[in-house]
């Protein structure tokens, strides 16, 4: 591990850095450049990610080239209705020596996928959702503490409902970013095809140790921010909550529900690795407002006379943006 005279030349370096993983990311997946880029920020941000997408967007593809590229563990949990706490977790049996002995599950990683979570009944997300939050597992007394550094990527069909289980909001609110990931444009598609149907898969390079990741996360918590970006959070996570005295009018008119404190954290957090990513070292309003979308999607609640009059999540976030 490379040492820094100070901070600036570590923040330096870790845009470097940033630059070579995106390059090898780039060797196997063809554009999806900004949900890579978010999924890395909530990452360096030490915390976990909703991705939102329809089947075969590589979705896979894409979280094990990452942890490819960063060196490290990965496991892929696929969520049915009949995964229980146990299968993700680990479970005790008894050894040879007639002593329990536990065994640890899949979320014994660094990056874990959490593929369609909301096919799962709530018992098996709440186990998985409270080892997120602790980043621990208990098991008769005994924790045992989750690797590090440790990264949830939840995925969710959007389109079949049938036979799902949908996250609450109150547990949506534990993942930092909520990803919508799209359709590739008509060029991408035609190089993924290029690049994809005659079986030959390149593998990425590792350019970023485990060592690096948690230096340049503590890096990130060091990174100086003003009060005014502090308050400017606060105040746009206040604007989203209905019948307060610091509502927006479109608040009171077309939310139910708005945004808690944790929401306020997650701007400051994610603008602070936005900012440090894109070379600068303070974030400004700016960043916060880069990263306001993918943090409030899942934290408002539409009402009815919303969905009557056919005003989306993303048209009430930039309504509070610009005010």
């Known amino acids: 591990m490379e040492t820094f005279k100070n901070d600036v030349e570590a923040i ?10 995106k ?25 976990h990610a909703l991705l939102i997408g329809v089947p075969g967007l590589a979705k896979t593809l894409m979280i094990t080239t990452i942890a490819k590229a960063i060196d490290l563990s990965y496991s892929r949990i696929q969520f049915t209705p009949d995964l229980m706490p146990s299968d993700i977790m680990g479970t005790e049996i008894l050894d040879e020596t007639r002593k329990f002995k536990f065994v ?4 014994f990683s660094n990056i874990v996928l959490a ?3 909301n096919r799962t009944p709530p ?36 389109i079949e409902q049938e036979g799902t289980y949908p996250l609450p909001e109150a547990q949506q609110d534990r993942f930092m970013f909520n990803i919508e990931l ?18 030959d898969m390149v593998e990425p390079e590792k350019v970023l140790s485990i060592e690096e ?7 990130l918590q060091r ?43 997650f701007l400051i957090i994610g603008a602070r690795t936005h900012a440090v990513l894109n070379g600068k070292y303070s974030p400004d309003i700016e960043d916060v407002k880069a990263v306001a979308y993918n943090i409030l999607r899942h934290r408002i609640i539409k009402n009815y006379k919303a969905e009557a009059e056919g005003i989306t999540v993303a048209d009430i976030i930039n309504k509070l943006l610009n005010a």
Request: aromatic share 10%; charged share 20%; glycine share 4%.
């Open 12 to 21: 330096d370096a870790f845009v470097e850095k940033y630059a070579s993983v």
């Open 23 to 47: 390059k090898e990311i780039a060797k196997v997946i063809v554009g999806q450049d900004k949900i890579i880029k978010d999924i890395l920020m909530a990452m360096f941000s030490r915390s």
């Open 104 to 107: 640890k599950g899949p979320i």
């Open 115 to 117: 593929d369609e979570i």
């Open 123 to 158: 018992k098996t997300q709440s186990a998985l959702l409270e080892a997120m939050q602790e980043r621990s597992v208990s098991m008769n007394g005994t924790t045992y503490d989750l690797p590090n550094p440790f990264f949830v990527l939840a995925t969710q069909n959007p």
């Open 182 to 199: 799209d359709y590739p444009t008509f060029n991408e598609e035609v190089d993924i095809v290029k690049n994809t149907i005659h079986g």
């Open 213 to 219: 990741i948690i230096y340049y996360q503590k890096l």
């Open 223 to 265: 990174v100086p921010i003003a009060d005014n970006v502090y308050q400017y959070a606060v105040r746009l996570a206040t604007l989203t909550r209905p019948g307060t005295a610091q509502a927006h009018p479109w608040a009171n008119d077309y939310l139910s529900w708005g945004a808690g404190p944790r929401a306020s954290q």
